[in-house]
């Protein structure tokens, strides 16, 4: 499709027609996804660890069945390539850990050994150095059922619940999704359990010898020879003088984690900390009828997608996490500037189920920030001990475009927007930007531990999360003019601009990657009073430009965290097509070659159903180890996107099907 070139400030009317069309089916389909309750959830999609795991928890608590065995089962294989191998992300390489999980659970399943789809797996596995090769958290899970040495696993003692929020690797040094992990490890560790697999996995191994330890003045060697200090502590700890604190730790460990379990029986609403919260917790002495891992472990089922697989056998998956209060905050927006009324009734729902999801507690944030008053919102259903200052300001981007019908529900929605945004302010870092969950978490020496050899473990300020709240305060006119607010929206933007990349682009933490970042921080930057005619957004749009496919669309590749070369390469997709296309609109690049094409291909490629195929992912768990396939965001971005661009070009009368509605930045 070729969009009028010789109309600079207007489309041809049949384009407009199409794009209305476009537009209204996809804003149809993403109403029709609504929830009565008000709220939005796409799956997120992962990989195959999930369900490995699962499996080997089951195992590990005895509550394994074979129904839930084979359904489990039947997924993992269909999620093998044709290599014989499992990737983390659709379409990227093979990941050694993720095929021995995966290999190990099928065997747990009854998979013969000498199957093809095995053999080739154990071949994979031995050239690329066995389960030896393998990372930390793998070789854990073996080591539950005696298939691993304890002592060749990097240690953490479960006296670090100790040491106080100023010492170096103390429990909130870690990133939240990260201490909640830890802390429950430090007490199986401990206790190192070994239960009956049933099966064995010499076929894996190769006998292959340790990387020898890095040198005593390096960093890595330092840890490397602390860990076995560490290991012969916790063997005196067992039977020593340092027994009773080693107890007293163990109490203080199961106390902390206890305290933190949500609601719905999860911890942080992800499944690492959840896993080894119920182990901890069961190994400690808790009887899987206890209340506590009762709830756990029924809180799973809700994380649990079951339906047909094409022979008919019931098909059983998890999910990570779940995002509905990100999805909403979204779609609001979305819809919104597909020209929904701030009145619309679904909107108005939506927004009434935002306003009862404020958190109004505190949280780990506060070690850091113990004067701040609590707001804010978190991420899924029942995270009260994590808000997030990402999902806080799209949720108040959200707000802010719904009118409820009456005064009071008005004047609670307008306080839950202050003291989100107070909250936000808040918890800036000291260096002007915000990372996601916690302020200045920010000590690298976390990272150096021989544990940490997968994921990210520390949430430093990013790009995109510091976007998004410029763009917050941007859209609320810093706050209505508040000193602190105005102050907090300039050394936002000048932490952006420090931050921009050398060839013009910016880093994405929880999106993938430079696409992201630079979807994000573009209309930030406008949003807060930057020119469209700075520099530093001029480069941006060139670095898009340089990097739009030749079929008019977007995409980078998840490994470009990993290998610069991918840095702004991959297929298209919808939604990185439109974060690139939303940074153009709001530079100002309304009726520029790359936003006709980059129209031109959401609109050619929207599918029957109103939404559009979007195999590939591009959300960001830990970047480089854990991806995130959002179902919504082949829907939602493009909605956006869509819908600004019709708004920037005037080329339709929306009060029709689509009312008319001045849009803005956000």
């Not at 207007?10 to 609504?34: K, P």
């Not at 019931?314 to 995002?323: D, F, H, N």
């Not at 941006?540 to 590749?557: F, M, P, S, T």
């Amino acid at each position: 499709m070729t969009l009028a070139a010789d109309r600079p400030d207007r489309t041809s009317s049949d384009t407009a027609v199409r794009l209305r069309d476009v537009l209204a089916n996809a804003r149809d389909h993403l109403l029709g996804l609504q929830d009565p309750a008000g709220w939005w959830k796409g799956e997120l999609e992962t990989n195959v660890t999930m369900e490995a795991e699962d499996l080997l928890l089951r195992q590990f608590l005895d509550i394994r069945d074979d129904e839930t065995t084979q359904a489990t089962a039947r997924w993992i294989r269909a999620q093998q390539r044709a290599d014989g191998t499992w990737s983390t992300f659709f379409a990227g390489p093979p990941d050694l850990s993720t095929t021995v999980e995966a290999y190990v659970a099928l065997k747990l399943a009854g998979d013969d050994p000498s199957a093809p789809h095995m053999a080739k797996a154990a071949q994979y596995i031995r050239d690329r150095g066995g389960v030896e090769r393998s990372r930390v958290f793998t070789r854990l899970w073996l080591a539950l059922f005696g298939l691993w040495s304890w002592d060749d696993l990097p240690t953490m003692p479960p006296e670090m619940i100790f040491l106080p929020s100023w010492f170096p690797l103390n429990v909130y040094d870690w990133a939240c999704w990260a201490r909640q992990t830890v802390v429950p490890l430090t007490i199986v560790g401990t206790i190192r359990p070994c239960r009956p697999l049933g099966v064995e996995i010499d076929e894996l191994r190769t006998g292959i010898a340790p990387d020898p330890l890095s040198p005593v003045w390096t960093v890595a060697g330092a840890f490397q020879r602390l860990d076995k200090v560490l290991h012969r502590y916790s063997t005196l700890a067992r039977r020593g003088p340092a027994r009773a604190l080693r107890s007293l730790a163990m109490r203080r460990a199961a106390e902390w984690i206890v305290a933190r379990q949500e609601a719905d029986g999860s911890w942080g609403g992800i499944q690492p900390p959840w896993v080894y919260s119920i182990m901890a917790l069961h190994l400690l002495g808790y009887s899987l009828d206890h209340p506590v891992l009762r709830k756990g472990l029924d809180g799973l089922d809700g994380f649990t997608i079951r339906e047909p697989g094409p022979d008919g056998n019931t098909w059983r998956r998890l999910e990570a996490c779940q995002s509905p209060v990100w999805d909403t905050a979204l779609a609001i927006i979305a819809l919104a500037d597909a020209g929904l009324p701030p009145d619309d009734p679904r909107l108005v729902k939506a927004a009434d189920w935002l306003v009862g999801e404020e958190i109004t507690v505190r949280g780990d944030w506060a070690v850091k920030r113990p004067q701040l008053m609590p707001g804010g919102w978190a991420f899924e259903f029942d995270n009260d001990g994590y808000p997030d200052t990402d999902d806080t300001a799209e949720v108040v981007l959200a707000l802010r475009r719904v009118r409820l019908p009456d005064a009071d529900r008005q004047r609670q929605l307008t306080a839950s927007i202050r003291r989100g945004v107070a909250w936000t302010v808040g918890m800036r870092s000291k260096d002007g930007g915000w990372g996601a969950f916690d302020a200045d978490n920010t000590r690298e020496l976390v990272r150096r531990l021989p544990f940490c050899d997968f994921g990210a473990v520390i949430d430093p300020p990013s790009a995109d999360v510091t976007a998004h709240i410029v763009e917050m305060l941007g859209a609320l006119g810093q706050a209505a003019g508040h000193a602190e607010f105005g102050t907090a929206a300039r050394d936002g933007v000048a932490w952006l601009l420090r931050h921009q990349e050398a060839d013009g682009s910016w880093f994405g933490r929880w999106g993938a990657n430079h696409i992201y970042g630079t979807g994000a921080v573009v209309p930030a930057l406008v949003a807060a009073g930057v020119s469209p005619s700075a520099p530093a957004i001029k480069r941006a749009v060139r670095w898009l430009e340089r990097h739009q496919n030749d079929d008019g669309g977007w995409g980078e590749d998840l490994r470009s965290y990993g290998d610069r070369s991918w840095i702004g390469r991959g297929a298209s997709t919808a939604s990185q097509t439109a974060w690139a296309l939303l940074a153009l609109l709001a530079a100002g690049e309304h009726d520029s070659a790359a936003t006709r094409r980059a129209v031109a291909w959401l609109v050619d490629t929207q599918r029957s159903d109103g939404t559009w195929d979007e195999p590939y992912y591009t959300g960001t768990g830990f970047p480089g180890d854990f991806s995130i396939n959002y179902h919504l965001y082949r829907l939602i971005f493009p909605v956006t996107a869509l819908g600004r661009y019709l708004s920037a070009q005037r080329v339709i009368d929306l009060t029709g099907e689509i009312p008319d509605q001045q849009v803005g930045t956000s």
